[in-house]
Nanobody, 110 residues
Framework: QVQLVESGGGLVQTGGSLRLSCAAS????MGWYRQAPGKQRELVAA???????NYADAVKGRFTISTDTTKNTVYLQMNSLKPEDTAIYYC????????WGQGTQVTVSS
């Protein structure tokens, strides 16, 4: 069973930055999701089949999804973090998702 492993989360102050990483095999387009306490999991950034990127309105201009194919790794660069970005962040394939990993906690203090 292939597992997804996210890393790079932590505690930062408002306005800070973090870069999340996810080991991915390239079997499908990848996305980053997040789930805040008491809320449903939501897609925040993803690649499209054509190689473009899509972002949730709440993170546009602040988050950037990228990939290093030599390392089979997908990143989420998060800048200008806000307290409302606090959540557990997950990576997964968009069209053919695997079992969810444990995610990585991102906490933004005000």
């Amino acid at each position: 069973q292939v597992q997804l492993v996210e890393s790079g989360g932590g505690l930062v102050q408002t306005g800070g930055s973090l870069r999340l990483s996810c080991a991915a095999s390239g079997r499908d387009v990848m996305g980053w999701y997040r789930q805040a306490p008491g809320k449903q999991r939501e897609l925040v950034a993803a690649f499209t089949i054509g190689g473009a990127t899509n972002y949730a309105d709440a993170v546009k201009g602040r988050f950037t999804i990228s990939t290093d194919t030599t390392k089979n790794t997908v990143y989420l660069q998060m800048n200008s973090l806000k307290p409302e970005d606090t959540a557990i962040y997950y990576c997964n394939y968009v069209r053919y998702p695997l079992t969810w990993g444990q995610g990585t906690q991102v906490t933004v203090s005000s």
